[in-house]
């Protein structure tokens, strides 16, 4: 089964208007951690946001804000007032306790495309 | 904030030679590090966990006789892919964890582009 799930291959959105990029996830452990990152056509992984398992309030940094349903399993990225830099590819991951090794396995990510 | 540098960004090789990759972290020292692999459009697939100071982890399926990991310092590992074939084409990226971090953020090379020809 997929740990990481990204439902839509690609999103198109309006300059200054928001996006919600969806991500669920599976796993059994108590103690986890998400991820979201961008990665432009150039190719390098830039971190975004972060939320722990055991964190009661949603994750924020300046434009992106992470809605964590944890019954849910799900750990949808906000994007606010998107901008044309915006547009890359998006990836959710996950990092599992010590269990899983401490590792990040990523979702097949979202193409988010911002028109004007 | 945590860098980290990752060398050469594209090669080109002849199938058959080696290539090494080099991932420094420049700023913070890191016990482990990780090397991604990244086909067109697709997501990142973990390929084994560098370990300073031992050896290294390799995920299922990965040879480690032909992608070989060495993690001699704190701050630097590398990644050599021995005797290249076209069908090791592919985008591979390197990251390093931030102990000193709150949520123990990984920071990612800018990845490297190889083309076997």
């Known amino acids: 089964a997929q740990k990481i799930t990204q439902t839509q291959p690609g999103m198109f959105v309006q300059e200054k208007e928001a996006v919600t990029l969806d991500c669920t996830y599976d796993?059994?452990?108590?103690?986890?951690?998400l991820f979201w990152y961008k990665q432009p056509s150039s190719g390098e992984m830039i971190f975004l946001i972060y939320q722990g398992s055991y964190d009661e309030q949603n994750a924020t940094e300046g434009r992106y804000s992470l809605n964590f349903q944890k019954a849910r399993k799900s750990a949808n990225l906000v994007i606010s007032a998107s901008q044309l830099g915006d547009s890359a590819m998006y990836f959710c991951a996950m990092r599992e306790g010590p269990g899983g090794g401490n590792k990040l396995t990523f979702g097949t990510g979202t193409q988010l495309k911002v028109e004007l | 904030g945590a860098v980290v540098s990752q060398h050469p960004s594209w090669v080109i090789c002849k199938s058959g030679t080696s290539v090494k990759i080099e991932c420094r972290s420049l700023d913070f020292q890191a016990t482990t590090m990780f090397w991604y692999r990244q086909f067109p459009k697709q997501s990142l697939m973990l390929m084994a966990t560098?370990?300073?100071?031992?050896?290294?982890?390799?995920e299922q399926g990965v040879e480690k006789d032909k992608f070989l990991i060495n993690h001699a310092s704190l701050t630097l590992s590398t990644l050599t892919v021995t005797s290249a074939h076209p069908e090791d084409s592919s985008f591979y990226i390197c990251?390093?964890?931030?102990?000193?971090?709150?949520?123990?953020?990984?920071?990612f090379g800018s990845g490297t582009q190889l083309s076997v020809l």
């Open positions: 796993t059994s452990d108590q103690s986890y951690g």
């Open positions: 990251s390093a964890r931030d102990l000193g971090t709150v949520n123990e953020k990984l920071f």
């Open positions: 560098s370990n300073e100071g031992s050896k290294a982890t390799y």
